[in-house]
């Protein structure tokens, strides 16, 4: 009698542990998830403001260079708020010299790159925790990626009277790459009027800041959807 009561209560100590043990593992997961979910919150605007940076750095005016600078400083902070492993020091130290040389374009697109490559790994390690609404994030903040792009060289290509050979090339292939049925009425206005009055035009009809204002408001529409799917 004594050994099967024994028995029994070992039994329930046995699925007890169990039971804690499946509580602890799920208390974890949820914590990683949140930190995961807010490193890559954190990430998503790091991306749009080195992307914003990049766009305002293409233009001489002094309201542009008022603007970047807040930008810079925004930037400034999101570099000591973001935390994890994804945040890497050489990430850091790139910003510092694209800071200081804000015109550089391409310095701002190996950056962006850098930051979309943390991006990925936080969608799979959400993924792996159990995390389905993540699927597709860097996929989608690399289509805006070709925006963003798009948004550098136009503010650039319209310092000149007439856009030069390389930048035409570059939207040009952008412009193609953006052309989905799916991007909407809005994007296909907007790649039509850059076509006419940039990047094909015989003397370019557009300012560095329409440019900017232009394309902005798309970005941060796509954005905003971004943000939602993981809210």
């Not at 804690?20 to 749009?48: F, G, P, Y």
């Not at 930008?71 to 999101?78: E, K």
């Amino acid at each position: 009698m004594e050994v099967s009561i024994a028995l029994t209560l070992a039994a329930c100590l046995v699925l007890l542990g169990n039971h804690l043990s499946r509580i602890a593992a799920e208390r974890h997961r949820k914590h990683l998830s949140a930190t995961d979910v807010q490193a890559l919150r954190q990430a998503l605007e790091v991306l749009q403001f080195v992307q914003k940076h990049r766009g305002l750095g293409g233009q001489r005016d002094s309201a542009a260079a008022a603007q970047r600078l807040g930008v810079a400083g925004r930037l400034d902070r999101l570099w000591l708020e973001w935390k994890g492993e994804e945040n890497r020091p050489a990430m850091r130290a790139l910003w510092q010299q694209i800071r200081q040389n804000p015109a550089d374009f391409e310095p701002h697109c190996i950056l962006i790159e850098q930051v979309l490559e943390s991006i990925h790994v936080l969608e799979l390690r959400l993924a792996f925790q159990g995390n389905p609404q993540v699927a597709g994030i860097c996929e989608a903040c690399r289509a805006l990626e070709d925006l963003g792009r798009l948004r550098g060289l136009a503010v650039r290509a319209a310092n000149f009277e007439k856009c030069p050979l390389d930048m035409q090339i570059q939207m040009r292939y952008l412009c193609q790459r953006l052309a989905d049925p799916i991007g909407g009425k809005t994007l296909g206005t907007l790649i039509a009027h850059l076509e006419r009055n940039l990047i094909n035009a015989a003397c370019i009809s557009l300012a560095p800041a329409e440019c900017y204002a232009l394309i902005t408001p798309i970005i941060d529409e796509r954005l905003q959807g971004i943000r939602h799917s993981i809210a």
